[in-house]
């Protein structure tokens, strides 16, 4: 082991972390921005609209996020069209399409998770709140969305160390996250271990720190269901 | 669509690479599953100790950091290795980190999944069958074992259907796989969108056929009707 070559590269190994922890964050919230409605179109519909979700949550669900990943990023430079609009300063950059796949991929991992949630929420607790006169537009907003996030709270902080794990594969675009960073030292110097296990040690924390954080988040707003046990 | 039919024999070699990479990744897992679900349970304090290191550290870390850190790793102990012992150059087989990696990292994933569905199986049964005379062994295949398998099916459903998706990554050290080749050849014909879409279809259809088999020996392993086991 080399340490004054990771000490000397702290500077890479910083801007990595930076660019992981964006991309991540990122993408977990726009994955939720998509799955908040279409969580609750899927636990209360069953048309046309429900059906289409559960096709999309299906298929990237299914599939490898380091396909997508290529789907979106070598994928459609294929066609002339992507290439000659407007969306094509987008779609040719590494980061972008590594945002975009990613929150699309979170978004469907995410949908589940809320479904299951909204799903979970106790028929009760509904009932009293229209029993209390509210329209069916406050009953969501004001008791219902609120419980379903409650309780996604354990699934969701899974879903975000999965990501976490998951944005590794923006490394092979060549984006310098922290296993960027990681692949750069291997290339520069030929050291395996010194690129790879500070980046394994890396991820390793940022994990631990999201699955403590989720857990302060859960007994701070989930903390009355084990009271109620 | 005249090159993708062209390349399907080149492209159905890449899928079979992939479905044996992790089939041979499943069964280490698996092993090293149940080797440590049994130091976590049966254990003293030191091999104890060293399972909860296996499976916190190696759950902490991405599998593509674990993939390259094998292959490369392993290639420079190769090299210092062989120097030593007067060996020219060996390569490592990329196939093998591969199932390396994937089945170390899964085989932690599975070490929980195997422990849960252990003590999921009321301790009153395994006394039962020693109190009838039953040998451990005994009671392990005709008592604990069948049990286990019922509680221990959907937890093995979710990581299989996790660990066949992990062996995309695994074409980024340069195995010919169906993403590395599909890869290639899509970019040879400037047809990257159509391989990958391929790929993409080929890997729903893994999963949708894993899926159907993993329901059929939930099925299988079911209890059955309340009324026929009491």
Same mark, same amino acid.
């Given at each position: ?9 702290? #500077? ?41 979700? *559960?096709? /999309? ?5 299914? %599939? ?47 949908? !589940? ?22 329209? &069916? ?20 902080? *899974? ?24 692949? %750069? ?24 720190? =999201? ?19 | 669509?005249? *090159? ?13 690479? %992939? ?42 870390? &991405? ?15 190769? *090299? ?7 060996? !020219? ?32 199986? &009321? ?43 992990? =062996? ?34 080929? /890997? ?7 899926? %159907?088999?993993?329901?059929? #020996? ?6 059955? !009707? ?5």
């Amino acid at each position: 082991m080399r340490f004054d070559l990771i000490a000397e590269n702290w #500077a890479l190994f910083a801007g990595g972390v930076w660019m992981t922890l964006q991309l991540t964050a990122l993408s977990v919230l726009i994955g939720f921005f998509i799955a908040l409605p279409f969580g609750l179109i899927r636990a209360k519909s069953n048309g046309i609209a429900s059906k289409l979700i *559960n096709a /999309y949550v299906y298929a990237f669900r299914g %599939t490898p996020l380091l396909v997508q990943l290529y789907l979106i990023y070598y994928g459609l430079s294929q066609f002339e069209a992507v290439r000659g609009s407007f969306a094509w300063v987008i779609l040719r950059d590494a980061w972008w399409c590594a945002l975009i796949a990613f929150s699309l991929n979170s978004g469907a991992y995410a949908t !589940e998770i809320i479904r299951g949630a909204v799903q979970s929420v106790p028929k009760g607790e509904l009932e009293a709140a229209k029993s209390l006169g509210m329209s &069916p537009f406050q009953v969501n907003r004001l008791v219902l969305i609120p419980i379903a996030l409650r309780r996604s709270l354990p699934q969701y902080g *899974n879903e975000v160390v999965f990501m976490l794990h998951g944005s590794v594969v923006a490394s092979i675009i060549t984006i310098q996250d922290i296993l960027g960073v990681g692949r %750069t030292l291997n290339a520069r110097y030929y050291l395996a271990y010194e690129g790879f296990l500070t980046a394994a040690v890396l991820y390793m924390s940022l994990a631990f720190v =999201t699955v403590y954080t989720f857990r302060q988040l859960e007994t701070r707003y989930l903390g009355y269901l084990r009271v109620s046990r | 669509m005249q *090159n993708l039919i062209e390349y399907a024999p080149l492209l159905a070699r890449g899928a079979l690479t %992939t479905i044996l990479l992790a089939l041979a990744a499943l069964a280490l897992a698996t092993a090293l599953g149940g080797l440590g679900a049994a130091g976590k349970i049966r254990g003293g304090m030191l091999l104890r100790s060293l399972v909860f290191g296996y499976t916190t550290i190696v759950r902490g870390v &991405p599998d593509l950091v674990l993939i390259l850190l094998i292959y490369f790793g392993g290639q420079r102990l190769i *090299n210092i290795a062989g120097k030593a012992a007067g060996i !020219e150059y060996m390569e490592l087989s990329k196939f093998w980190a591969g199932v390396a990696a994937i089945g170390f990292i899964y085989g932690a994933y599975l070490t929980e999944t195997f422990r849960g569905a252990y003590l999921t199986v &009321p301790g009153g049964q395994r006394e039962a069958a020693m109190s009838l005379g039953m040998r451990p062994l005994q009671v392990l295949r005709a008592v604990t074992l069948p049990q286990l398998v019922r509680f221990a099916l959907p937890g093995y459903a979710n990581v299989w259907q996790v660990l066949i998706k992990s =062996t995309a990554v695994v074409s980024v050290i340069g195995l010919e796989d169906l993403v590395g080749l599909a890869n290639d050849a899509g970019k040879s014909v400037r047809e990257p969108f159509l391989f990958f879409s391929a790929v993409f279809f080929t /890997y729903l259809f893994f999963t949708w056929v894993s899926q %159907t088999i993993f329901n059929a #020996a939930e099925r299988r392993y079911a209890l059955k !009707e309340l009324g026929d086991a009491v």
